[in-house]
């Protein structure tokens, strides 16, 4: 049984996911602006949790909690089943779902995804895609950030949904169940600009939003004292990497929030908003700006330092944080 | 509204990864991907390509990083400071974590088996285990070929 979800072609994939399956229902919401209602910009620097010994960097939220407040907000009613006894279990369900014609979004590991090029066999578990069929034994899927639909089979599937490490699946699934046509768009993107605030400039710990980015910026400065050459670099190229290859639609989600508040500015007929679109474009181009920089000088080209490039970082949290204060006095 | 957002390029010749890319064998984005771009008039558009330049030599040097560790581990077996498990748990990018996790031993016990000593002392059930969790055999385990090219072999495509 093969649903008719139509393929949504997308940058970020839990973003792609939301949008792809609220399209389906026929709520028509981009990406952006699946983006923006459910909060996904986020900053956060964790330098006690590492992966091959560099810290850890994040520009998103925690998985499917874009799906869980985008739905929210928007009236939609959802089931996020996460609790699985068994794996055979959690299959078995996916399967009552394909079934009776429902497209599900999956939570997966990215290390065993067997359709992605080489290079993207990572452990990070924070993937997620739609399957929307089943046929012969083989599961068609939605990959949000390919162009075409792909096929799994059920081991291969099954493995993915259970991968191991840090933030496991454990075989999370979610899906639309019921929805109310003509949602209040301006309270949603009002309630998602509101947690974005908060998130990125309210938040109390040090090291989320604006502040983390401080820290950040602070400890580059470091990195080149405290650690080996190549540790060091190897620190700036995986924060690089984090701010564009992770599937982030470049900058960091950047230039996504920034169409998110353009599209929303146009939605609302509120200036303001399209001014800050413009902003945010900008702090995009400076977290371009450091992978770019940063890359020559990984290379030894250029005559950047870790100084300058935590320059870079610092502009960007006074930067974002003067758009996020008037954020707050716009949904006020 | 999204539809003309939309911009999407033909996949033109310029836009390919260069021979340096191709080289190493491995291409770095071999599928195209979709980015928001910004330009100064303050408009978004989508665009799909591949990761542009600068971004490709990153994705490069974060896996020749990873080489490199593997490279370390593999002179450290030849030393016989390691166990061969040691160089798979490396080259897969796994830590002492999550390999407990997939095998299903303790940390305490992982790391023991990390060590040549107590690693010859490993079961033959025990070996199954680990070589279903790097998807070979257990002769391949036993016996690794240390020059092999540090890369991935995750399951293969349907």
Redesign the interface.
């Known amino acids: 049984m093969i649903t008719d979800y139509k393929h949504n072609?997308?940058?970020h994939c839990e973003t792609g996911v939301t949008s792809g399956l609220l399209r389906h229902k026929g709520i028509?919401i981009?990406e952006?602006m699946a983006m923006g209602i459910g909060s996904g910009i986020f900053f956060t620097y964790l330098p006690f949790i590492k992966?091959?010994d560099a810290p850890m960097v994040s520009f998103r939220t925690a998985p499917t909690r874009v799906f869980k407040l985008t739905t929210q907000r928007l009236g939609v009613k959802t089931a996020v089943l996460k609790k699985f006894e068994n794996q055979l279990d959690a299959m078995d369900s996916l399967d009552r779902n394909i079934k009776n014609g429902i497209p599900t979004g999956c939570q997966v590991g990215c290390?065993?995804?067997?359709?992605l090029?080489?290079?993207m066999?990572?452990?990070y578990n924070f993937h997620n895609v739609v399957v929307f069929g089943k046929e012969d034994g083989?599961y068609h899927v939605a990959e949000p950030?390919?162009?075409e639909t792909q096929?799994?089979?059920y081991e291969?599937l099954l493995?993915v949904r259970f991968a191991?490490?840090m933030f496991?699946p454990k075989g999370k699934m979610y899906f639309v169940e019921s929805v109310t046509q003509n949602p209040d768009m301006k309270k949603a993107i009002f309630a998602g600009i509101k947690t974005s605030v908060k998130n990125m400039v309210k938040d109390p710990v040090p090291l989320i939003g604006v502040r983390g980015m401080r820290k950040l910026s602070k400890h580059m400065r470091n990195w080149p004292n405290k650690l080996p050459a190549?540790n060091a670099?190897?620190n700036l190229?995986?924060l690089?990497?984090t701010v564009?290859?992770f599937?982030t639609?470049?900058a960091a989600f950047r230039?996504?929030y920034?169409?998110f508040l353009?599209?929303a500015g146009?939605l609302l007929k509120n200036d303001e908003l399209?001014k800050l679109?413009?902003d945010m474009?900008e702090a995009?181009?400076l977290w371009r700006d450091l992978?770019?920089r940063?890359?020559?000088f990984?290379?030894n080209r250029g005559d950047d330092n870790y100084n300058t490039l935590a320059d870079i970082v610092l502009e960007c949290s006074v930067r974002e944080e003067k758009i996020f204060r008037a954020l707050d006095k716009i949904v006020k | 509204?999204?539809k003309d957002?939309t911009d999407i390029q033909p996949k033109s010749k310029e836009n390919l990864p260069d021979n340096d890319y191709q080289e190493d064998n491995?291409?770095?984005?071999?599928?195209?991907?979709?980015?928001?771009?910004?330009d100064e008039k303050?408009n978004?558009k989508?665009l799909?390509d591949n990761?542009y330049e600068?971004?490709r030599?990153?994705?490069k040097?974060?896996?020749d990083?990873?080489n490199?560790?593997v490279g370390q581990v593999r002179d450290q077996i030849v030393q016989g400071k390691l166990s061969p498990l040691a160089f798979f748990m490396e080259k897969?990018?796994?830590?002492v974590?999550?390999l407990a996790?997939?095998s299903g031993f303790s940390k305490r016990k992982v790391r023991k088996h990390l060590t040549p000593n107590g690693f010859s002392k490993l079961s033959p059930s025990r070996l199954e285990t680990y070589a279903k969790v790097f998807d070979i055999t257990v002769e391949e385990l036993l016996n690794p070929d240390l020059n092999a090219q540090t890369?991935?072999n995750?399951?293969?495509?349907?």
């Open positions: 072609y997308s940058s028509d981009s952006p992966a091959q290390y065993h995804l067997t359709y090029p080489p290079p066999h990572v452990h083989l950030v390919f162009e096929i799994l089979s291969d493995r191991k490490g496991e190549k670099a190897f190229i995986q690089i990497r564009e290859e599937g639609g470049g230039y996504l920034g169409a353009k599209e146009e399209l679109s413009f474009g995009g181009n992978s770019i940063g890359g020559r990984v290379k | 509204m999204e957002f491995f291409s770095l984005s071999p599928n195209r991907e979709l980015f928001y771009c910004f303050g978004y989508k799909v990761h600068a971004n030599l990153i994705i040097q974060g896996w990083a990873v490199e560790r897969t990018m796994m830590e974590t999550i996790d997939y890369f991935i995750a399951g293969k495509k349907v």
